[in-house]
């Protein structure tokens, strides 16, 4: 049962670099989203995807694309890495069901940008 | 603009020894307030969901409620596996299945 599975689990770039952070979800949901957690602050989202095709914006969107061509897999890229980008990631999948709605979330993705 | 205020930051109990962790939120219709428990190293695990003000749900040790402006989570008698750092978030009506998340408390019971 792997629910939401994020690759890779560390990863250190330097400034510049470009890289792709994995997620894909084998519950066939059709909502996921991406987050970032820095120290003494909340989660943060940075995308979400309401279907295959179809993305848009979060509260910190600046430096990072998404795309969905699947229902399964929605990575997140970083263009030209800065250290600012230096953060836990977390990627999420929903389950919706009636009125009620219950994310599920990956592990994570440890980055560090030098 | 939607926040959530978590308080205290930081609390240690004694194994045993019951409190409540505070969330105080301020949205622009509420969709739903989500309890999440987070360990080291992990990602957030679903706890709870309360959609109305009056709304409760328990779990084990864990009781959560929901007023109008707040939502507690009530821990009886924790045991030292209760440790984690708990995050309260918002769900507006106008955002689908995106949340809005408090800094979070961390808690500690020792034995």
């Known amino acids: 049962n792997a629910g939401v599975t994020q690759t890779p689990k560390f990863q250190v770039l330097k400034t510049g670099q470009s890289m792709t952070l994995q997620c894909a979800q084998d519950m066939n949901h059709e909502y996921m989203s991406w987050y970032r957690q820095d120290p003494g602050m909340g989660l943060r989202l940075i995308h979400y995807s309401v279907g295959a095709g179809i993305t848009d914006q979060g509260e910190v969107p600046n430096g990072y694309n998404v795309s969905r061509s699947t229902t399964e897999d929605f990575p997140l890229r970083l263009l030209s890495a800065a250290p600012s980008q230096t953060s836990v990631y977390f990627c999420a999948s929903t389950l919706r069901t009636g009125g009620s709605e219950k994310l599920f979330f990956g592990s994570g993705t440890q980055l560090s940008v030098l | 603009e939607d926040q959530v205020t978590q308080s205290p930051e930081a609390l240690r109990l004694q194994e045993g020894e019951s409190s409540s962790l505070n969330c105080s939120y301020t949205v622009s219709g509420l969709r739903g307030l989500f309890w999440y428990r987070q360990d080291p190293g992990k990602g957030p695990e679903f706890l709870f969901t309360l959609y109305s003000a009056g709304e409760e749900k328990e779990k084990e040790r864990l009781k959560a409620t929901l007023t109008k402006k707040e939502s507690f989570l009530h821990i009886t008698a924790p045991k030292p596996e209760d440790s984690a750092t708990y995050l309260c978030?918002?769900?507006?009506?106008?955002?689908?299945?995106?949340?809005?998340f408090g800094k979070g408390t961390m808690l500690l019971v020792s034995p």
């Open positions: 978030a918002v769900q507006a009506a106008r955002r689908y299945s995106t949340l809005t």
